[in-house]
């Protein structure tokens, strides 16, 4: 009985033309064997995609890893390549020349510039606040101006004497000696005379514009030299006479 087992044991592994234990083990084998290649695939697809999405998120985390480029160069990019720079004198004159254009048409854009130019100045006179340097720009400015050209100041004497000075110097010693002392004498009545008019004005302001914060030693500054300025040739020109209510 032992005998018998063994020797259907022994014969187990044995592949029989028609038997069919054989078939069945190959085909369970082969399921085996589909079975694993399937599971290497999906793992391999797997790591593929989590290894994929780990560099994005890395990518995503660590930015573009350039900077973002700037207006200009990326305009001059889509404008396309520039001209490389002349060589020679020659070369560069060539091409001012071919980029300046006619003789006519330089004329021209002179008169234009010119009379565009003379445009700005007569707007600037006339005190259009646009045309205006930033130091005469605002209403509070403008309030100033008229106070100081409205009524005649002992500083407007500062320029003509200044002329007398320089012309004194050519003199004999007592003339320069003498004409000194009444420069001298007038500079302290000047000074005396551009405080006063500075905290006039201040206080005109302050009645008029009470929130500005243009005031104290600027605007005392700026009244002082429109004041010394002779009356023609202030700028912006006076809208207003000697004497006139402001």
């Given at each position: 009985?032992?005998?018998?087992?063994?020797?259907?044991?022994?014969?187990?592994?044995?592949?029989?033309?028609?038997?069919?234990?054989?078939?069945?083990?190959?085909?369970?084998?082969?399921?085996?064997?589909?079975?694993?290649?399937?599971?290497?695939?999906?793992?391999?697809?797997?790591?593929?995609?989590?290894?994929?999405?780990?560099?994005?998120?890395?990518?995503?985390?660590?930015?573009?890893?350039?900077?973002?480029?700037?207006?200009?160069?990326?305009?001059?990019?889509?404008?396309?390549?520039?001209?490389?720079?002349?060589?020679?004198?020659?070369?560069?004159?060539?091409?001012?020349?071919?980029?300046?254009?006619?003789?006519?048409?330089?004329?021209?854009?002179?008169?234009?510039?010119?009379?565009r130019s003379a445009d700005q100045r007569a707007r600037m006179m006339a005190g259009e606040d646009k045309y205006l340097l930033p130091r005469d720009?605002?209403?509070?400015?403008?309030?100033?101006?008229?106070?100081?050209?409205?009524?005649?100041?002992?500083?407007?004497?500062?320029?003509?004497?200044?002329?007398?000075?320089?012309?004194?110097?050519?003199?004999?010693?007592?003339?320069?000696?003498?004409?000194?002392?009444?420069?001298?004498?007038?500079?302290?009545?000047?000074?005396?005379?551009?405080?006063?008019?500075?905290?006039?004005?201040?206080?005109?302001?302050?009645?008029?514009?009470?929130?500005?914060?243009?005031?104290?030693?600027?605007?005392?500054?700026?009244?002082?030299?429109?004041?010394?300025?002779?009356?023609?040739?202030?700028?912006?020109k006076p809208r207003v006479g000697p004497g006139d209510a402001v």
């Amino acid at each position: 009985m032992f005998a018998a087992a063994r020797a259907s044991n022994n014969l187990d592994p044995v592949k029989l033309p028609f038997g069919k234990s054989g078939d069945s083990d190959a085909r369970a084998d082969q399921v085996t064997g589909d079975e694993a290649s399937s599971t290497l695939g999906e793992s391999t697809t797997e790591r593929t995609v989590s290894g994929r999405t780990g560099a994005l998120g890395t990518a995503a985390a660590q930015g573009k890893g350039r900077p973002t480029p700037k207006r200009r160069d990326a305009e001059a990019r889509r404008r396309g390549p520039v001209a490389p720079a002349p060589l020679t004198a020659k070369e560069a004159r060539a091409r001012r020349k071919a980029t300046r254009g006619t003789k006519e048409e330089r004329k021209a854009a002179a008169a234009e510039r010119r009379a565009r130019s003379a445009d700005q100045r007569a707007r600037m006179m006339a005190g259009e606040d646009k045309y205006l340097l930033p130091r005469d720009k605002g209403p509070v400015r403008a309030f100033a101006r008229d106070l100081v050209d409205s009524r005649r100041n002992f500083l407007g004497l500062f320029m003509p004497m200044a002329l007398i000075l320089l012309v004194a110097l050519f003199l004999s010693p007592q003339i320069q000696s003498v004409v000194t002392l009444v420069l001298f004498v007038m500079m302290i009545f000047m000074g005396i005379d551009g405080y006063l008019l500075g905290r006039r004005i201040n206080n005109r302001v302050r009645e008029r514009f009470p929130d500005t914060p243009d005031g104290g030693f600027k605007l005392g500054w700026y009244t002082f030299v429109r004041a010394s300025q002779v009356r023609k040739m202030r700028a912006p020109k006076p809208r207003v006479g000697p004497g006139d209510a402001v």
